[in-house]
């Protein structure tokens, strides 16, 4: 049986559904101590002191860390990752787990309780003095880059992180100049936040030298790199794993200051220390997405044939570095710009800037949909103001030539483009449209169709390594350096393994995020799992068919040439003569059975070093309905036409586009982290105030997948992970800006929220 394309129900469901997930919170710790962080109710202020005499006095209570603890244990600042080649070197200032002398974003960890009880530990942080000494704040990027903005950090002048341009300037300045047409846009991609399921949190540990972190996350060999940088020692002193993960979307891939402390407190009390983030925490203590501000220009000449695209933006890095953050909106940004047309030249300027706000890092899509939003937004305008169709005007700028060489140095090595605009119109009735428009007109109501285009230039991190074997049994053991924090690899990774194995889907056993269990890994990011992972999978298997080929050679007294495998059992050519998987794992236990010189036990593992970059794409359209009366919006109609390459399994590739489209959705109406402007306060910081979408915010989401395979893994996967995300807001944005086009209005930065609508309408008349 064949089980590579078959929608198969995820396997992990049922230990979900049952209640036996198995989360950090949920983890038998006996004697475990219980963590709470004390965090800055100040955006900007200097520390006079710190005064924790009352907090240790309280009942329970078994330490109390400042920052001058810290120090004393030889604690290093929280690493930024990222490497950029910008015009002059980024500014890095140290980012310590405890704040030192200065606070500077609301949330910042002041300090660190450890108690029997949270309820002690809670009640001793709130008897912590700190004498704070307020500073004027700035929270947004291109007001602190302003003269006069208040200074955030003394070696960064003007607030300036980096300056980071690519592409052609000279080209796209001639492009410009032979122009016929130039439209023009400033836009906002605004600060969101990944909120998953399950908060953040860990459980630690100290024994006989060596650190066990338990913890939510997506990925374990790399935050294990950040934690031997910061506390001084080699990797082999940490032992990271992550039980099951209520989902991530980026967020979860860091080391948060709070890791660090629990296991400090471990060590110094020789007891367990469990942490789990509070609802406010999550807003105020981790990180946040997006909140980029572009001025992008589109040259276009007589025809319509794009000839070149100018964007210059301000990156919002907040207040420090997180380990990605600066990637996001230069490097990954990049890869993705101008999205799924030939556009000649291209060039891009980013600024980055400190604020007083909570640092910026990787979120769902992590600058490619940034980038994507922009040009959609930049074609939707062109069509507007040259008299075009939307769609036309698209297909007649798609790569067509592929592969080719886009000028950012992309090499798009093929996709469906236009003939998913085709199958777009009809399966959006876009047809009927207009008679849909006349009788929400008649109900006083304006209906706007919204079309868009996505290019996701999917890998994350090169490289991968995986691990399989075969038990006497028949079972067989897989283990890949990827991470699920939702996407289903337990049923999916098996099902490739079943299938080049030759044996149930029901046998194979799944292992992911543990130091000691693998090799090395470099878990989830940049939807890279099946790319990177089945890659590695599919050449452990191989690995491990070609020892099991030499084992079934020597029982069988058979040249191994001469086998043929099939159905999970090698046959001499010719005759009925076989041994299967379990009978070589049997045989391969006893070194007399073996080849001379081959180690016991049926296994292999394999690190894949590929480096290329997969090219999810689609076309999607969107209809929304806006109440002139009340500027409420209401998202009637939303279908995706997509290309994932070849499919492992249909029905988890449509399940993780609906929930990316979600979140992008999400972020086009309804999400968005503000502060006070001039306290530098975080008006949002409870779900009372940040407005996730609900279902009945959702109409139907039809995900039409129509794939052409990649030759840049053996399974011609494209990853999937993100392009919900990054296709959904300029779609719903574009069909905001049609429905308000009709009545003459412009449509407002994201989200557009009734009361911008309402505002929108009103100032129009």
Same mark, same amino acid.
């Given at each position: 049986?064949?089980?590579?394309?078959?929608?198969?129900?995820?396997?992990? !469901?049922?230990?979900?559904?049952?209640?036996?997930?198995?989360?950090?919170?949920?983890?038998?710790?006996?004697?475990?101590?219980? #963590?709470?962080?004390?965090?800055?109710?100040?955006?900007?202020?200097?520390?006079?002191?710190?005064?924790?005499?009352?907090?240790?006095?309280?009942?329970?209570?078994?330490?109390?860390?400042?920052?001058?603890?810290?120090?004393?244990?030889?604690?290093?600042?929280?690493?930024?990752?990222?490497?950029?080649?910008?015009?002059?070197?980024?500014?890095?200032?140290?980012?310590?787990?405890?704040?030192?002398?200065?606070?500077?974003?609301?949330?910042?960890?002041?300090?660190?309780?450890?108690?029997?009880?949270?309820?002690?530990?809670?009640?001793?942080?709130?008897?912590?003095?700190?004498?704070?000494?307020?500073?004027?704040?700035?929270?947004?990027?291109?007001?602190?880059?302003?003269?006069?903005?208040?200074?955030?950090?003394?070696?960064?002048?003007?607030?300036?992180? *980096?300056?980071?341009?690519?592409?052609?300037? $000279?080209?796209?300045?001639?492009?410009?100049?032979?122009?016929?047409?130039?439209?023009?846009?400033?836009?906002?991609?605004?600060?969101?936040?990944?909120?998953?399921?399950?908060?953040?949190?860990?459980?630690?540990?100290?024994?006989? %030298?060596?650190?066990?972190?338990?913890?939510?996350?997506?990925?374990?060999?790399?935050?294990?790199?950040?934690?031997?940088?910061?506390? %001084?020692?080699?990797?082999?002193?940490?032992?990271?794993?992550?039980? !099951?993960?209520?989902?991530?979307? /980026?967020?979860?891939?860091?080391?948060?200051?709070?890791?660090?402390?629990?296991?400090?407190?471990?060590?110094?009390?020789?007891? =367990?220390?469990?942490?789990?983030?509070?609802?406010?925490?999550? *807003?105020?203590?981790?990180?946040? @997405?997006?909140?980029?501000?572009?001025?992008?220009?589109?040259?276009?000449?007589?025809?319509?044939?794009?000839? @070149?695209?100018?964007?210059?933006?301000?990156?919002?890095?907040?207040?420090?570095?997180?380990?990605? @953050?600066?990637?996001?909106?230069?490097?990954?940004?990049?890869?993705?710009?101008?999205?799924?047309?030939?556009?000649?030249?291209?060039?891009?300027?980013?600024?980055?800037?400190?604020?007083?706000?909570?640092?910026?890092?990787?979120?769902?899509?992590?600058?490619?949909?940034?980038?994507?939003?922009?040009?959609?937004?930049?074609?939707?305008?062109?069509?507007?103001?040259?008299?075009?169709?939307?769609?036309?005007?698209?297909?007649?700028?798609?790569?067509?030539?592929?592969?080719?060489?886009?000028?950012?140095?992309?090499?798009?090595?093929?996709?469906? *483009?236009?003939?998913?605009?085709?199958?777009?119109?009809?399966?959006?009735?876009?047809?009927?449209?207009?008679?849909?428009?006349?009788?929400?007109?008649?109900?006083?109501?304006?209906?706007?169709?919204?079309?868009?285009?996505?290019?996701?230039?999917?890998?994350?991190?090169?490289?991968?390594?995986?691990?399989?074997?075969?038990? =006497? !049994? #028949?079972?067989?053991?897989?283990?890949?350096?990827?991470?699920?924090?939702? +996407?289903?690899?337990?049923?999916?990774?098996?099902?490739?393994?079943?299938?080049?194995?030759?044996?149930?889907?029901?046998?194979?056993?799944?292992? +992911?995020?543990?130091?000691?269990?693998?090799?090395? %890994?470099?878990?989830?990011?940049?939807?890279?799992?099946?790319?990177?992972?089945?890659?590695?999978?599919?050449?452990?298997?191989?690995?491990?068919?070609?020892?099991?080929?030499?084992?079934?050679?020597?029982?069988? +007294?058979?040249?191994?040439?001469?086998?043929?495998?099939?159905?999970?059992?090698?046959?001499?050519?010719?005759?009925?003569?076989?041994?299967?998987?379990?009978?070589?794992?049997?045989?391969?236990?006893? =070194?007399?059975?073996?080849?001379?010189?081959?180690?016991?036990?049926?296994? $292999?593992?394999?690190?894949?070093?590929?480096?290329?970059?997969?090219?999810?794409?689609?076309?999607?359209?969107?209809?929304?309905?806006?109440?002139?009366?009340?500027?409420?919006?209401?998202?009637?109609?939303?279908?995706?036409?997509?290309?994932? /390459?070849?499919?492992?399994?249909?029905?988890?590739?449509?399940?993780?586009?609906? #929930?990316?489209?979600?979140?992008?959705?999400? +972020?086009?109406?309804?999400?968005?982290?503000?502060?006070?402007?001039?306290?530098?306060?975080?008006?949002? #910081?409870?779900?009372?105030?940040?407005?996730?979408?609900?279902?009945?915010?959702?109409?139907?989401?039809?995900?039409?997948?129509?794939?052409?395979?990649?030759?840049?893994?053996?399974?011609?996967?494209?990853?999937?992970?993100?392009? /919900?995300?990054?296709?959904?807001?300029?779609?719903?944005?574009?069909?905001?800006?049609?429905?308000?086009?009709?009545?003459? $209005?412009?449509?407002?930065?994201?989200?557009?929220?009734?009361?911008?609508?309402?505002? $929108?309408?009103?100032?129009?008349?």
């Amino acid at each position: 049986m064949t089980y590579s394309g078959l929608s198969l129900r995820r396997f992990e !469901d049922a230990r979900f559904l049952t209640g036996k997930g198995r989360y950090v919170a949920d983890l038998d710790a006996p004697g475990a101590l219980h #963590g709470v962080t004390l965090r800055s109710p100040h955006a900007h202020a200097d520390i006079r002191s710190i005064d924790v005499a009352a907090a240790r006095a309280v009942p329970g209570v078994v330490a109390v860390l400042t920052g001058a603890d810290l120090d004393a244990a030889g604690v290093k600042p929280l690493p930024c990752t990222s490497v950029l080649a910008s015009v002059k070197p980024m500014i890095v200032p140290d980012r310590p787990v405890l704040a030192r002398g200065r606070v500077r974003h609301v949330g910042q960890p002041v300090a660190f309780v450890v108690a029997e009880t949270e309820a002690a530990a809670r009640d001793a942080a709130e008897l912590i003095e700190v004498d704070y000494d307020p500073l004027p704040t700035v929270v947004d990027g291109a007001a602190a880059l302003a003269p006069g903005a208040p200074q955030i950090w003394p070696e960064a002048p003007g607030n300036e992180v *980096f300056r980071f341009e690519k592409g052609d300037r $000279a080209a796209t300045d001639a492009a410009f100049a032979a122009a016929a047409h130039v439209t023009t846009l400033d836009l906002f991609n605004n600060r969101v936040h990944a909120l998953p399921l399950e908060p953040r949190a860990c459980l630690a540990r100290f024994a006989e %030298g060596r650190f066990d972190l338990v913890f939510t996350g997506m990925g374990v060999h790399g935050v294990r790199r950040q934690l031997a940088t910061v506390l %001084g020692l080699p990797e082999s002193a940490f032992h990271l794993s992550c039980p !099951d993960v209520g989902g991530g979307f /980026g967020a979860k891939n860091l080391l948060f200051p709070d890791y660090v402390l629990a296991l400090v407190a471990a060590r110094a009390t020789g007891r =367990p220390v469990r942490w789990v983030a509070g609802a406010s925490e999550e *807003f105020a203590g981790s990180v946040h @997405g997006r909140d980029l501000r572009g001025h992008a220009r589109l040259a276009l000449d007589g025809e319509g044939h794009f000839l @070149g695209l100018d964007v210059e933006t301000v990156a919002d890095m907040g207040a420090y570095l997180s380990a990605v @953050g600066p990637h996001c909106p230069t490097n990954a940004f990049s890869t993705a710009m101008g999205g799924v047309y030939a556009i000649p030249a291209m060039h891009l300027t980013v600024r980055g800037a400190f604020t007083n706000t909570v640092p910026i890092d990787a979120y769902r899509g992590a600058g490619k949909p940034e980038a994507n939003y922009i040009v959609e937004r930049l074609v939707d305008a062109a069509a507007r103001e040259t008299g075009r169709d939307p769609a036309a005007l698209r297909a007649l700028n798609m790569m067509q030539d592929t592969p080719r060489v886009t000028a950012m140095g992309m090499k798009v090595d093929g996709g469906r *483009f236009a003939a998913n605009l085709d199958v777009l119109a009809r399966a959006s009735g876009a047809a009927g449209f207009t008679a849909r428009r006349a009788e929400a007109a008649q109900r006083g109501a304006l209906l706007g169709r919204g079309v868009a285009c996505f290019l996701e230039t999917a890998r994350g991190a090169p490289g991968e390594w995986a691990s399989v074997s075969v038990a =006497p !049994d #028949g079972g067989a053991t897989i283990a890949v350096g990827t991470h699920s924090n939702g +996407q289903g690899h337990e049923t999916s990774y098996p099902q490739v393994a079943a299938d080049r194995l030759g044996i149930p889907v029901e046998r194979v056993t799944y292992r +992911q995020a543990d130091t000691d269990l693998l090799v090395n %890994g470099n878990g989830h990011g940049g939807a890279r799992s099946l790319h990177m992972g089945g890659h590695a999978l599919v050449l452990a298997v191989e690995a491990l068919l070609g020892k099991a080929r030499a084992i079934a050679a020597h029982l069988l +007294q058979a040249d191994a040439d001469a086998l043929d495998f099939a159905e999970g059992r090698f046959t001499v050519r010719g005759t009925d003569r076989f041994v299967d998987l379990p009978g070589i794992a049997r045989a391969a236990e006893d =070194p007399a059975s073996l080849p001379e010189g081959m180690a016991p036990g049926l296994s $292999a593992d394999s690190h894949n070093t590929n480096d290329l970059v997969t090219f999810p794409n689609g076309c999607q359209a969107a209809e929304v309905e806006i109440d002139r009366e009340t500027g409420i919006a209401r998202l009637t109609r939303y279908v995706a036409v997509d290309d994932y /390459g070849r499919l492992v399994n249909p029905l988890l590739t449509a399940g993780q586009v609906q #929930g990316g489209l979600a979140q992008g959705i999400g +972020q086009a109406l309804l999400e968005d982290v503000a502060y006070d402007a001039e306290s530098g306060q975080l008006l949002t #910081g409870s779900l009372m105030d940040y407005a996730l979408p609900r279902a009945d915010d959702l109409p139907d989401l039809e995900v039409i997948l129509e794939g052409t395979p990649t030759a840049s893994n053996p399974l011609g996967v494209k990853g999937v992970g993100q392009a /919900g995300a990054i296709a959904a807001p300029q779609v719903v944005m574009n069909a905001v800006a049609d429905a308000l086009a009709q009545v003459g $209005a412009t449509a407002p930065d994201m989200p557009a929220t009734p009361e911008k609508l309402w505002r $929108a309408i009103t100032a129009v008349g």
